[in-house]
């Protein structure tokens, strides 16, 4: 999977699941990886939620709005 270095607003209802994961920089509505760093998410109320895109947060699964900055 191409490398994304950017992060990854996604907009989620309330009570919905996602999965993220930062080997495989992704967020999807199914677990679809086996890396026991995969996070579950579960929206407590209708948001954008910031993930991470580049696996390289030190907030995962949130983006902290520098470390995907310093990929070359
Ligand atoms: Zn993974």
Redesign the pocket.
């Known amino acids: 999977m191409a490398q994304v270095r950017y992060p990854l607003p996604t907009k989620l209802s309330a009570g919905a699941v996602c999965y993220w994961?930062p080997?495989?920089p992704a967020v999807t509505a199914s677990p679809t990886?086996n890396?026991p760093q995969?996070q579950r998410y579960q929206a407590p109320r209708q948001q954008i939620v910031i993930f991470c895109g580049c696996g390289r947060t030190t907030t995962p699964p949130y983006c902290d709005g520098r470390s995907h900055q310093q990929l070359a």
């Open positions: 994961c080997e495989c990886c890396h995969q």
